[in-house]
């Protein structure tokens, strides 16, 4: 007599394959999951209630340490509320070079993304050149801003500094020497035909379900809608370059994996076509912008980083301090859906849906 | 130099007389197996300093192993909420002895810049385990990193595991 | 994009909703709470991918009792806020289907976010602390 019976498998909060701080209760019958319980909250930091006790200034780097692996995004974002919320002007060559290093941060983040993905299929020699080409743009953004991870170089009515002596030609060089490595992680990794039998078919999440939830950046792209803030609610110069929204129709692991892939081809048009006609002028408007007192009214204003619509909500009581920072942040959202589209998946492809949702945990928890 | 010219020289040795927990303790020092616990942003810096660039294999330091049964060494890399304390200490219990910390960054060290009016961010991973190496940084370099590796062999060579 | 904010009633704030969604408001933006000293607000930002459009609402409520309806019956993307809005603010959610703690460990005491939350725990930050 053989009895059968539902196995409850826990994968993490220390898992080396969720990409961080996450747990998930997985109820399998044999090896195919039937339900899923995700729980967040490891890296709950409780940004949003620090920084009502800080001064715009002062929320600043904090915001670096949200998204970390993108960390320019997030200044951006919140940069551009108080910008929106307080009314300040910023001059064009601050906009181009923001619009610059946030593709960078872009392209610096889909390597993480693609590197990791390509661990979780067994795939080593993906992450060590993914995270070669990484170093060459840390540096880049080390000799503008300082910092690695880190940078808070975007203040608000401009920037921190200009950028240093020759910094446009070794930009340049990178663009130029960037693209043939994309090439290369495409025949390594995505057009592999092993990758393509893991991944292909995995994990599939239709166009209805994904805007019912919310989901944006890559994970909404590849189900077929052409939703990307840069084209259809255009910031900073994106307006005046020529780029392509990429999306695909079938919605699976593979695509979404393929999406991060051209965008950073996408990422690199761009910054090429900005580095040729850079602005002249001032970075930092005429008023050192220290102490931002915004009048007494409430702001939303989002961006696309890497994983979706990034937005700051901010609610303004007239004084130094915000008297509420909401952030909307892409990989919480996103990061729902994993419920839905681990149910009725082998055990096995499990890490590869999670991953190619690209959560990140200073993001999800806040 | 020929063999001559050699032989002028001082005389080497070809036997090294040593105690036999000296010799563990030279072995232990040169394969430190830590498990990454990668809880923030020090974790991408620590991927880093596991990949192309920096490569932490060549002081014999492993990556990816996360089992905690298997290895010598955590890194906690990262802000430690309270959520995630239970989980530190179970990790921390189920580790074979000898076994080391590294504290890498700000938050590990003392809560960081999240020390401040934050309810839920542990200060100093040290009031819940005892630290042996501290990194400072927010996030401290691959380099910074790598010399809390040194520090963490020069402490394994000074000590003796028949004694720990 | 096109902005807009409305201000609404609790009681007609479900009605809202759902004519906003058969409008074709297809994307849920987010759902956050504010606390004013004497009422909370909810907003809720809601995108109409065909128009470029996005909307605002905003819903005072009661601080005695804070309970709205919830809306995970439109748009499923409300779960996780939701339950977001109420760890950190104490709003419960009507109609919600698993309403427990998104970040917080259940033991937790108190919302966080409201601005009378107290805790020993809590260093506050000195006025002149750089």
Redesign the interface.
């Known amino acids: 007599m053989v009895e059968k019976q539902e196995f409850m498998i826990n994968m993490g909060?220390?898992?080396?394959s969720t990409h961080?701080?996450f747990r998930i209760v997985l109820e399998l019958d044999g090896e195919t999951v039937i339900g899923a319980k995700p729980e967040?909250?490891?890296?709950?930091?409780?940004v949003?209630?620090?920084s009502e006790?800080?001064t715009y200034e002062?929320v600043l780097?904090?915001t670096d340490?949200l998204d970390?692996?993108n960390a320019m995004g997030n200044n951006l974002a919140y940069v551009m509320a108080v910008e929106k919320l307080a009314g300040i002007q910023v001059s064009e060559r601050a906009q181009a070079i923001r619009t610059i290093l946030a593709e960078l941060n872009r392209i610096a983040s889909h390597l993480?993304s693609i590197g990791t993905q390509g661990l979780e299929v067994g795939a080593y020699t993906v992450?060590?050149?993914c995270?070669?080409e990484?170093?060459i743009i840390?540096d880049l953004f080390e000799r503008a801003t300082g910092g690695?991870?880190?940078y808070t170089y975007f203040r608000f009515g401009g920037l921190f500094q200009d950028l240093p002596e020759g910094w446009v030609e070794e930009a340049r060089d990178f663009c130029k020497e960037f693209l043939p490595h994309v090439d290369e992680y495409e025949d390594l990794l995505i057009q592999n035909p092993i990758y393509k039998l893991r991944t292909k078919g995995i994990g599939i999440l239709n166009k209805n379900?994904a805007?019912?939830?919310?989901?944006s950046g890559p994970v909404l792209r590849s189900t077929g809608?052409s939703?990307d803030l840069r084209k259809?609610?255009p910031y900073l110069m994106y307006d005046q370059v020529e780029f392509d929204v990429v999306y695909t129709k079938n919605g699976d692991v593979w695509d979404r994996a393929w999406i991060r892939l051209e965008e950073m081809r996408q990422s690199t048009r761009i910054i090429k076509q900005l580095l040729d006609n850079l602005p002249e002028g001032e970075v930092q408007a005429e008023e050192l912008c220290r102490y931002v007192v915004p009048e007494e009214r409430?702001s939303?204003f989002?961006v696309e980083s890497p994983r979706g619509?990034l937005?700051f909500?901010l609610?303004s009581d007239g004084s130094l301090k915000p008297?509420?920072m909401?952030i909307?942040s892409p990989a919480?959202?996103n990061l729902?859906l994993v419920e839905t589209l681990v149910k009725g998946e082998k055990v096995a492809d499990v890490p590869l849906i999670i991953g190619s949702l690209d959560p990140v945990?200073?993001e999800v928890?806040? | 130099m020929g063999l001559k010219d050699a032989q002028k020289g001082p005389v080497m040795p070809a036997i090294h007389l040593v105690k036999l927990e000296k010799l563990f303790d030279w072995g232990r020092k040169n394969s430190i197996w830590p498990l990454p616990w990668a809880l923030a942003c020090c974790g991408i810096e620590m991927m880093a300093t596991y990949a192309s660039r920096f490569d932490l294999d060549r002081f014999g330091i492993l990556g990816g192993f996360p089992s905690p049964r298997q290895c010598d060494a955590i890194v906690i890399a990262g802000t430690v909420t309270k959520k995630i304390v239970p989980v530190i200490k179970r990790l921390y219990q189920q580790m074979p002895e000898p076994k080391y910390i590294i504290a890498m960054g700000n938050c590990a060290n003392s809560g960081g810049i999240f020390y401040y009016d934050s309810y839920n961010v542990v200060k100093g991973v040290d009031t819940v385990i005892p630290v042996d190496v501290y990194i400072p940084g927010c996030p401290p370099r691959p380099e910074a990193l790598v010399e809390g590796f040194l520090k963490l062999q020069e402490k394994i060579l000074g000590e003796s595991a028949a004694e720990k | 994009m096109n902005e807009r904010a409305i201000c609404v009633r609790i009681e007609d704030l479900k009605l809202t909703l759902e004519h906003l969604h058969s409008e074709g408001y297809n994307y849920f933006s987010f759902v956050t709470a504010v606390d004013y000293p004497d009422h909370f607000l909810l907003v809720y930002g809601l995108v109409n991918t065909g128009k470029h459009e996005i909307t605002f609402i905003e819903t005072p409520l009661s601080k005695d009792k804070p309970v709205a309806p919830s809306s995970t019956g439109i748009w499923k993307g409300a779960d996780w806020h939701e339950r977001e809005v109420y760890d950190l603010f104490g709003i419960t959610f009507e109609g919600h289907p698993d309403m427990r703690r998104m970040f917080l460990p259940e033991e937790f005491e108190g919302h966080p976010l409201r601005k009378d939350f107290q805790s020993d725990e809590v260093e506050k930050k000195p006025e002149d602390f750089y």
């Open positions: 909060p220390q898992h080396p961080g701080v967040i909250g490891y890296l709950h930091r409780g949003e209630k620090i006790n800080r002062q780097p904090l340490r970390y692996v993480i992450f060590l050149y995270f070669r990484r170093e840390l690695r991870l880190t379900i805007l019912n939830y919310g989901a809608v939703w259809d609610s409430s939303y989002a619509e937005g909500f609610v008297y509420r909401k909307r919480f959202v729902s945990f200073g928890d806040r």
